[in-house]
C-alpha cells in the first residue's frame, strides 16, 4: 500500500526516470482522438478540451480521475501531471 511506505513518490520517479525535484501535480484526463486534455468547462453539460497538459483539470486522487473518466465519452484516458521546472509532463498510467 502506498500510504505505508513514505518513499513511494520518490521511488515512482526513480521508477518512470524523473529527477527528484519533479513535483506531482495530480491527475488528468486526455482524450486521444481530440489529442487534448479535459479542462474545467463553462458549464457542467460541456466538455471543454485544452492543449497543454498544464491547463488540464487536475484531480488530486487516481479514484476521482478514473470516476470523471467513465462519466466522460469513450477514449478518456487518466494520465498523471508533473512539474519540472517551469515545464510539465502529462505520462499514462
Not at 61 to 78: N, S, W
Amino acid at each position: 500500500m502506498l500510504e505505508g511506505n513514505p518513499g513511494w513518490m520518490s521511488d515512482f520517479l526513480e521508477e518512470m526516470g524523473l529527477p527528484a525535484n519533479a513535483v506531482f501535480q495530480g491527475y488528468v484526463l486526455y482524450h486521444r482522438e481530440n489529442d487534448s486534455f479535459v479542462a474545467d468547462a463553462p458549464a457542467p453539460s460541456l466538455t471543454h478540451y485544452v492543449k497543454p497538459c498544464a491547463w488540464a483539470r487536475r484531480y488530486p486522487y487516481i479514484m476521482l480521475a478514473r470516476d470523471a473518466a467513465q462519466d466522460q465519452e469513450e477514449g478518456m484516458q487518466v494520465q498523471v501531471l508533473f512539474r519540472l521546472g517551469g515545464k510539465f509532463l502529462a505520462y499514462p498510467i
